[in-house]
Structures are given as structure tokens and as C-alpha cells.
């Protein structure tokens, strides 16, 4: 397991941008694959975006494809989410997970280590 810790999180206008952070605490960090998930109140978490542990495998889910970025800097041992043209139904508590699987996987069940989540809340 690796430590995880978000930020980046806030209020933003529909329409509007934030990115959030991921730094991992530990060397394996770098040999983690990576992913983002949500939880809306009231609704079950789900994946968001996530990548290998090169960052050249990526997915997303289809809600926000080409808004979304997942990137990571592994020399700072952090991962990204870039996120654009937001809409209110995006507003949820984001999570970082890592998997100490190889491939960029979306199932929960196969991360071992999960942030405590960043609150992002998109006004209309």
C-alpha cells in the first residue's frame, strides 16, 4: 500500500476548470497504477479515470471523456486530473486510488490504497 493525499478541490461555476492532486509517499508509488474515482451524495462511488504506471495506458468513463485528463509526474510522485468544462452533475467527493497492478484497471475492488477525497462542488 501506498499513502495518498488529494488537494485541489473548491467551488467552481459550471463551465469552469480545476485540477486535483495526488502525492504518494512511498518509492512504489511510481510502480502504481493510478485512478480517480467519485461519490456523488447519495449515489455509489465510481470510477472516474485511471492509468498504468507509465501513463501511457489511460481510460475514463464515457461521463467525462474529452473534459477529463488523468496525467502523472512520477518524478514528484503525483498524479493529475485536469478537469474541464464542469457541470453540477460533477460534483461529488473525488478520491485517488493506486493499484499495484500493472494495467490502467477501473475496478475498485483491485486498488489497495485510497485517499481520504477532496470535496468538488460545480454551481449552475
Known amino acids: 500500500q501506498v499513502q495518498l493525499e488529494e488537494s485541489g478541490g473548491g467551488l467552481v461555476q459550471a463551465g469552469g476548470s480545476l485540477r486535483l492532486s495526488c502525492a504518494g509517499s512511498?518509492?512504489?508509488?511510481?510502480?502504481?497504477?493510478m485512478a480517480w474515482f467519485r461519490q456523488a451524495p447519495g449515489k455509489k462511488r465510481e470510477f472516474v479515470a485511471g492509468?498504468?504506471?507509465?501513463?501511457?495506458?489511460?481510460n475514463y468513463a464515457n461521463s467525462v471523456k474529452g473534459r477529463f485528463a488523468i496525467s502523472r509526474d512520477r518524478a514528484k510522485n503525483t498524479v493529475y486530473l485536469q478537469m474541464s468544462s464542469l457541470k453540477p452533475e460533477d460534483t461529488a467527493v473525488y478520491y485517488c486510488?493506486?493499484?499495484?497492478?500493472?494495467?490502467?484497471?477501473?475496478?475498485?475492488?483491485?486498488?489497495?490504497?485510497w485517499g481520504q477525497g477532496t470535496q468538488v462542488t460545480v454551481s449552475s
Open positions: 486510488a493506486g493499484t499495484p497492478l500493472t494495467t490502467a484497471t477501473s475496478r475498485e475492488a483491485d486498488f489497495d490504497s
Open positions: 512511498e518509492r512504489t508509488f511510481s510502480t502504481y497504477g
Open positions: 492509468l498504468n504506471w507509465s501513463g501511457l495506458l489511460k
